[in-house]
């Protein structure tokens, strides 16, 4: 158990490093500001990280007392809007920082104490490993925060790598034919992501690589956002109340020229990166202006995990190996997407890259449970997000922890969010 012990420590401290350096490079009028009413204050974010610690690993797995059960509906997701929490009597930054803190040192006294077996919550670390994606889903929602926050920029990152090698084929065609999607085997697996299930896929095409900066630039310029064939109806509907022109945080300075503002910093939109910040209606309808359409989710994790010389579903395209700085480009070890036909080495067989990390793909899939899905730990993680108005996101982005990032991991968000680090790439019938 020693292995697994620590392995579950590095996640978890991994996990508020970064934390404590999405809250700790700002001041304290930055933490308890809201940014945008989409988006908590980071602080709240802090102080929810440190309560659902609490719950499950201090109370429910150690079975120690509570260390403050008077905060608990406080920072409940769903008993308080994201718009209405800076209303509420939240911890203060300082507060806040020690009572993360203290959760923490009674976490590690916990994860020493396991025997990681009993109970299915605590079998295989679990319920460690749940928190750990818990806080890196925080971090990532808090790393969207600062990417809306105005003011000079406070993040720094290396830059992202440049050696990209060519892209000989635009798609290619994944054959009809049945693979397991989900998983019943990842012990850290969440439980939207299971059980496993045989489904079958008509033939089709997929694009090697996101849609770039540069691929859509030309459908702006080819009148995209002024043509309403290219639309549905609530797309459209949607473009012309908010006036969509373009993905969000971009410019024009009215010369031909697209500038974009990335976390604090105004610089030209780079062309070769894949496009960021477009919704789910921004992404139909270019796929409609290329005379294509989105993959579906099914789609998207065949060409992700399916080996066509065995026929067997791996973790990511690669195989089974956890992800490394050749193969993806996760974690905000840089602050934006590699430009596409980057990391060949995590090319699956069929030579799709970058399907897992840089970019968030949106599918034409909403967001449902499989076939003899079981809510676990509780229902609030996915049961009750099922039937509504949300699609689909596959593959992680360059702010996407690895611990909450593999072939089977289910993203979902409603069709007109721009503010996460969401792309998307094409597919068609063939």
């Known amino acids: 158990m020693t292995g697994l012990r620590e392995t579950l420590e590095s996640a978890l401290l991994r996990a508020r490093r970064r934390s404590d350096a999405l809250t700790g490079c700002v001041d304290e009028a930055d933490l308890v500001a809201q940014h945008s009413p989409l988006m908590s204050p980071l602080v709240w974010d802090l102080a929810h990280i440190g309560n659902q610690e609490e719950l499950w690993l201090v109370r ?20 308080h809007s994201r718009s209405s929490r800076p209303a509420l009597p ?35 670390g679990f319920a460690f490993a749940m928190i750990a994606q818990h806080e890196q889903q925080h971090d990532e929602t808090m790393l969207a925060t600062h990417q809306l926050r105005a003011g000079p920029p406070v993040l720094t990152a290396p830059p992202v790598p440049v050696a990209v090698a060519p892209v000989t084929e635009r798609e290619v065609v ?41 691929d859509y630039m030309r459908f702006i310029d080819d009148g995209g956002y002024r043509r309403q064939e290219l639309w549905s109806e ?19 300075d009215g010369g031909g020229h697209w500038w974009r503002r990335r976390f604090g910093v105004l610089e030209p939109v780079p062309p070769d990166e894949p496009v960021m910040h477009v919704c789910w209606f921004e992404a139909q309808a270019y796929a409609r202006w290329a005379d294509k359409r989105l993959p579906t989710e099914a789609e998207w994790e065949k060409a992700a995990r399916w080996h066509p010389a065995s026929g067997r579903s791996r973790r990511f395209p690669w195989g089974d190996d956890e992800p490394d700085h050749t193969r993806a480009n996760l974690g905000q070890r840089h602050l934006g997407p590699a ?22 793909e949106w599918t034409s ?19 009750v997000f099922f039937g509504g108005d949300y699609r689909v996101l596959r593959g992680g982005s360059f702010g996407t922890d690895q611990v909450a990032c593999r072939g089977t991991f289910r993203n979902w968000d409603h069709p007109i969010r721009r503010q996460i680090f969401a792309g998307f790439r094409c597919a068609r019938d063939v």
């Open 60 to 79: 429910d797995v150690g079975g120690r007392d509570p260390v403050r059960r008077d905060i608990d509906e406080l920072y409940d997701a769903f008993k």
């Open 90 to 124: 939240l911890l203060g930054p300082s507060e806040a920082r020690r009572y993360v803190g203290e959760v923490r040192e009674k976490t590690w006294d916990v994860l020493d104490a396991s025997k990681f077996r009993g109970r299915r919550l605590e079998s295989n």
């Open 174 to 214: 994944i054959p009809a034919g049945e693979f397991v999607m989900g998983t019943t085997e990842d012990p850290w697996a969440l439980d939207n992501e299971r059980p496993a299930h045989r489904v079958y896929v008509g033939a089709f095409a997929i694009d090697t690589v996101p849609v770039s900066n540069a």
């Open 234 to 252: 609530r797309g459209w509907q949607h473009r012309v109340e908010r006036r969509l022109e373009s993905p969000q945080f971009w410019t024009t």
């Open 339 to 360: 430009p596409v036909g980057s990391y060949p080495e995590g090319a699956s067989p069929s030579g799709v890259r970058q399907l897992i990390g840089d970019v968030w």
């Open 365 to 383: 899939s909403p967001f449902a449970g499989y076939p003899g899905f079981e809510a676990f730990p509780y229902r609030e993680y996915s049961e």
